[in-house]
Structures are given as structure tokens and as C-alpha cells.
């Protein structure tokens, strides 16, 4: 079995507990493609088999999530599941939030929250967190298509829809945007709603599935990726399936690969008029 599960993450769940979940019923190698924190629900594409190779055509997908953020606290993790201290900072009023979100749109250098998957010297930034290890780490920069003020949910509490890149950190948007307000802010509930072509319409919960119904929910691969197809001849098929490259005269870049019986078999690049296989997916 080949493909994707659009799981809509239970809030409280891990990725990599959802990700057992339909390797257990698949009986397949699967993996995430894209974590989402424990506290965060919604939107996790989990590959099944040989759909994992494409993780990398899946790193700068368009995201949305829908947050919300709590001003006046601060935290450790930059959320509530740390070690959370309250009434230490001001709760601005909506028309000021407004005001300073064009600031946080476009290409940002962002710090990367300390308790978080990111690397440094081949430990996750968690685990040197939870020991007490004092550590550094880089600004990366990111990519914010549009962050808007949806409403204010309770007395200290704001909600916002955030269209993003990918490796963007919603807890270091409301540490900055607290900061940018003089005062305090940090994430209180996270649903992404969109991750590429999935949505959370189209999701459904692992609680639902079932050995007997998991192949009704499968995602075609081919179905996911934005590129034109090429369905070769038996001549191309010999050549490119023996890591040789053909000729023709389509435009450069991605494309999606097709078998003479129109099976597909991965995706090709067009490089300088020559068509070679990038990633074999059959």
C-alpha cells in the first residue's frame, strides 16, 4: 500500500503516535510529513510506504493554522504546557494588535523556540531543554503569507489565522508579536487547517479507521503533486528505468512520471532538454 492518510490529529496525541496508529493497521513503513506539537490538533499527512520519499517536496508547502495566543503570560515552552507565569505583562486592545501584524508578514527571521525538534550538535533542542542545558540557537529565516486577527476569545485571549511556510514556529509568532506590543504573549491552542493540498475538510481522525476501512481513506500519490505528467513509451521507459536520461523538448523541471501501462512510477526532471528520474516511487 502506497499513498497518504490525511489524519486530523487529536489534540494531546504526538505525530509519531498517529503515525504508529496507521502503521498498525496498514502493516506498511509509514512517516509524518510535518510534526505538529502535542498540544496542537488537526491537519497531519501521514505517507504510507514509498509516499515518504517525497517528504522533501513537502517541506515548503503552504500551511494554515488557526491559534490562539494569550497575552500578559509568559513560558518556557512559549505555551501552556510549560511552566507558565500569568499577570506579568499588559493585554493590549484589538485595534493595537492589528496595527503591528503587518510587521510579522513576509520573509522573517525567526528564533526557534528552545523546547522544539531543532537540532544542536545531534540533540533536540527539547531534550537539552529538559535537562537544563544552556544552549544557543540560530535565527532561521521563514516565510509569513498573511497573519489576521480573527477575535478576542476571553479576557487575555486572541485568536488569529496564520497562512504560512514551512519550519514557521506559531509560539515564537506570539512571543514577537508581545514583544512588539511591550509586553508578553505565548501560544494557548493550535489547529492547523491546511498542510498543501490537505485540508482539515478532508481529514479524518485515527480513531475512525479501521484494518477493513483504511483503503477508502488512502490518498493516490500521484493525486497530491502539482506537476504536468509524461506517460512514457516502452523505448523511454527502458532507459530512464535504467537510470539513463531521454531526450524531449518540454519545458525544464518536475514532472510526474507514468509507465507505458500508465502506472506511476515517480517523478522526473527535465534539465537542458534531458528527462532523468528523481525519485522512484514504485
Do not use: W
Not at 517541506?59 to 500578559?72: D, I, N, S, T
Not at 537540532?119 to 509569513?144: D, H, I, M, N
Not at 508578553?184 to 489547529?191: E, P, Q, R, V, W
Request: aromatic residues 10%; hydrophobic residues 35%.
Amino acid at each position: 500500500m502506497t499513498g497518504f492518510i490525511n489524519v486530523n490529529k487529536a489534540q494531546g496525541a504526538s505525530s509519531a503516535k498517529e503515525v504508529s496508529i496507521i502503521k498498525k493497521l496498514t502493516k506498511t513503513p509509514c512517516g509524518h510529513m510535518g510534526t505538529l506539537d502535542p498540544m496542537a490538533s488537526g491537519v497531519l499527512p501521514v505517507a504510507i510506504g514509498n509516499a515518504a520519499r517525497l517528504f522533501d517536496y513537502f517541506l515548503e508547502k503552504h500551511k494554515v493554522y488557526v491559534a490562539e495566543f494569550y497575552f500578559g503570560a509568559t513560558s518556557d515552552t512559549l505555551d501552556t504546557t510549560g511552566e507558565v507565569i500569568y499577570n506579568v505583562g499588559r493585554v493590549p486592545k484589538e485595534e493595537e494588535i492589528v496595527k503591528v501584524l503587518q510587521k510579522f508578514t513576509g520573509e522573517l527571521l525567526q528564533m526557534p523556540p528552545k523546547y522544539s525538534a531543532k537540532c544542536v550538535g545531534g540533540k533536540r533542542g527539547y531534550q537539552l531543554a529538559r535537562a537544563g542545558v544552556e544552549f544557543e540557537l540560530s535565527p532561521k529565516k521563514v516565510t509569513v503569507y498573511n497573519i489576521k486577527l480573527l477575535e478576542r476569545t476571553g479576557d487575555s485571549t486572541f485568536t488569529f489565522k496564520i497562512e504560512c511556510g514551512g519550519g514557521t514556529y506559531i509560539r515564537s509568532l506570539a512571543r514577537d508579536i508581545g514583544e512588539s506590543l511591550s509586553t508578553c504573549a505565548i501560544m494557548s491552542s493550535l489547529i492547523r487547517t491546511q498542510s498543501g493540498v490537505f485540508t482539515l475538510e478532508n481529514s479524518v481522525k485515527s480513531e475512525n479507521l479501521t484494518a477493513e476501512n483504511i483503503a477508502d481513506y488512502v490518498i493516490p500519490t500521484d493525486s497530491v503533486l502539482p506537476y504536468e505528467s509524461i506517460v512514457l513509451n516502452d523505448f523511454q521507459a527502458k532507459k530512464l528505468f535504467n537510470g539513463l536520461t531521454v531526450k524531449t523538448n518540454l519545458p525544464e523541471g518536475l514532472y510526474k512520471v507514468y509507465a507505458p501501462d500508465k502506472s506511476f512510477y515517480g517523478i522526473g526532471c527535465i534539465n537542458q532538454s534531458n528527462l532523468k528520474i528523481r525519485t522512484k516511487l514504485c
